[in-house]
Nanobody
């Protein structure tokens, strides 16, 4: 079982930046693929970014490519999401996710954090 905890959300103006961090308990991220989903009010969960532990390959939603970067820190048992040039449409609750496979992390991840709110004002 993996427990995930996000931090770093908040309120930022359009064009600004935020960095989300996610730490894992009990088991190291080095044996999982990890990523981020988000859910805006009234909408379904949406894949944002994912990272494979096998070869460090990454995947991003088209809406965030070139603006968001996912990275990991095995020493801290953490994965981060650097979000630059934020837009009002990025406003959502962001969830850290993990699974045994990269494909599952980008579609139907098994493990979810509690979520952290990101609000971008125009």
């Amino acid at each position: 079982q993996v427990q995930l905890a996000e931090s770093g959300g908040g309120l930022v103006q359009a064009g600004g930046s935020l960095r989300l961090s996610c730490t894992a308990s009990r088991r190291s991220f080095s044996v999982y693929a990890a990523g981020w989903f988000r859910q805006a009010p009234g909408k379904e969960h949406e894949f944002v970014a994912g990272m494979s532990w096998r070869d460090d390959s990454t995947s991003y939603a088209d809406s965030v490519k070139g603006r968001f970067t996912i990275s990991r820190d095995n020493a801290r048992n953490a994965v981060a999401l650097q979000m630059n040039d934020l837009k009002p449409e990025d406003t959502a609750v962001y969830y850290c996710v993990a699974d045994d496979t990269f494909s599952a992390v980008t579609t139907t991840p098994m493990y979810w954090g509690q979520g952290t709110q990101v609000t971008v004002s125009s």
